[in-house]
């Protein structure tokens, strides 16, 4: 299985991004989801997390209230929002997956995703 990121770039404080992840086969129906972003010099952390069906979704508290995690099981995608994006938002961001029977539950460890995309570089200047 392979995961694809996209849709980093350069932009303001204050400007908004969506990040994507496709899946390489339907993975996204029996897969917990997750982002994840490593800024330089820092070690890689949670930002968001939603279970199989996305109705269910936790995130880190630097984020919460202005990205927003959603997914697309028919076009096996995973999306970040990010809006009023902050200049330590600044990092490479990674989406994740980890196949599970139970609908219900999201993950927040890292140790925990099995399948990884490549990363995306988010650049906000001030």
């Known amino acids: 299985v392979q995961l694809q990121a996209s849709g980093g770039g350069l932009v303001q404080a204050g400007e908004s991004l969506k990040l994507s992840c496709v899946a390489s086969r339907s993975l996204l129906p029996v897969a917990a989801m997750a982002w994840y972003r490593q800024a330089p010099g820092k070690e890689r952390e949670f930002v968001a997390g939603?279970?199989?069906?996305?109705?269910?979704?936790a995130y880190a508290d630097s984020v919460k209230g202005r990205f927003t995690i959603s997914r697309d099981n028919a076009k096996n995608t995973l999306t970040l929002q990010m809006n009023s994006l902050k200049p330590e938002d600044t990092a490479v961001y990674y989406c994740a997956a980890r196949e599970t029977p139970y609908v219900r539950s999201y993950y927040i460890k890292m140790d925990e995703y099995g399948y990884w995309g490549q990363g995306t570089l988010v650049t906000v200047s001030s």
């Open positions: 939603t279970n199989r069906s996305g109705g269910r979704s």
